[in-house]
């Protein structure tokens, strides 16, 4: 069973930054897809940026530019660096695991606002 546990969600104003970060237990992180996702009430959830187990990166068009996605195989973790921020990323934020079948972090509130 794998286990998801986000960090790093809260208040910025535009233009700023926040680091989100996602540790996982299990064996299985190495060769599973990752992937951020985001919902904001009344809406579906999108994806926002994913990473193959080989590294190979996709992002929200929304994001292309301000956001990274990355992994660290060794800690088990994989990270949402987001810069210039602004009003319309403000959501909450789930970290996705997928090999076979998917699981889920409980989510972290990320708000930008003045």
């Known amino acids: 069973q794998v286990q998801l546990v986000e960090s790093g969600g809260g208040l910025v104003q535009p233009g700023g930054s926040l680091r989100l970060s996602c540790a996982a237990s299990g064996d299985i992180f190495s060769i599973s897809t990752l992937g951020w996702y985001r919902q904001v009430p009344g809406k579906q959830r999108e994806l926002v940026a994913g990473i193959t187990s080989s590294g190979t990166t996709n992002y929200a068009d929304s994001v292309k530019g301000r956001f990274t996605i990355s992994r660290d195989n060794t800690k088990n973790t994989v990270t949402l660096q987001m810069n210039d921020l602004k009003p319309e990323d403000t959501a909450v934020y789930y970290c996705?695991?997928?090999?076979?079948?998917?699981?889920w972090g409980q989510g972290t509130q990320v708000t930008v606002s003045s």
């Open positions: 996705n695991l997928h090999h076979q079948i998917q699981f």
